[in-house]
């Protein structure tokens, strides 16, 4: 079946520093690709998303790239503020497995001091 | 804006009661979901429900049950509440294909003793 694989956190960050948080996936189909993100207190929330190999998501200075060669979709910001600090989900939909449901990863959480 | 709301933030039940979980969406989305979060485990599907009536079972149905009577409105419900169903309980709904954006509740904690 489909899966979800993103790097265990907690991840702890000095503010302005480059982030770098894994996922890779395992898909029967051609999957889409997002990344979600759940600041303390609140739902999930969609980040950014991908639907085909090579395409790039951006959003509030977060990038993520389709990567199909490597079943990847690593998620990059390039200077972290503490208002960064939350838990990240990478997350798939694979239209190939007949479902209307996401797989998840478990989750990631940054958190980014002064 | 979509927005999805769930009943309560937080509950506190006890062993054996009877639970509903409430859910409503304001934007006429045909999909709607209920995971529960749990540390370490990441979010996992109970049930989902792509039309009225309509319900299918996600990865933990075990226990739960799913009631979706109107569009706007998904309940979950514990049939007879036990302490391993506490937990961050996450609403969320969609619309059309599964690649379109889901939109979240704020989640409800429920504490089961």
């Known amino acids: 079946g489909d899966s979800v694989t993103q790097m265990e956190g907690p991840v702890t960050l000095s503010e302005e520093a480059f982030l770098t948080i894994n996922c890779t996936y395992t898909a029967t189909g051609y999957p889409s690709l997002f990344w979600y993100v759940q600041y303390p207190g609140e739902g999930l929330q969609l980040l950014l998303k991908?639907?085909?190999?090579?395409d790039k998501g951006s959003n509030k200075g977060f990038e993520a790239t389709y990567r199909k060669e490597t079943t990847s979709f690593h998620l990059e910001k390039g200077s972290v503020q503490v208002s960064d600090s939350a838990v990240y989900f990478c997350?798939?939909?694979?239209?190939?497995?007949?479902?209307?449901?996401?797989?998840f990863g478990k989750g990631t959480k940054l958190s980014v001091i002064p | 804006d979509v927005k999805v709301t769930q009943s309560s933030r937080y509950l506190v039940k006890r062993t054996g009661e009877k639970v509903f979980l409430e859910c409503v969406q304001d934007m006429d989305h045909e999909n709607m979901f209920w995971y529960r979060q749990d540390p370490g485990l990441g979010l996992r599907l109970i049930y989902f429900?792509?039309?009225?009536?309509?319900?299918e079972k996600g990865d933990i149905p075990e226990g739960y049950s799913v009631s979706r009577e109107k569009k706007e409105r998904f309940s979950l419900i514990l049939e007879s509440a036990s302490t391993n169903q506490t937990s961050m309980y996450l609403c969320?709904?969609?619309?059309?294909?599964?690649?379109?954006?889901?939109?979240f509740g704020n989640g409800t904690r429920l504490t089961v003793t």
């Open positions: 429900s792509y039309d009225v009536k309509m319900k």
């Open positions: 991908a639907t085909k190999a090579d």
């Open positions: 969320a709904s969609s619309s059309g294909t599964g690649d379109s954006p889901l939109h």
């Open positions: 997350a798939l939909f694979d239209s190939g497995a007949g479902s209307y449901q996401l797989t």
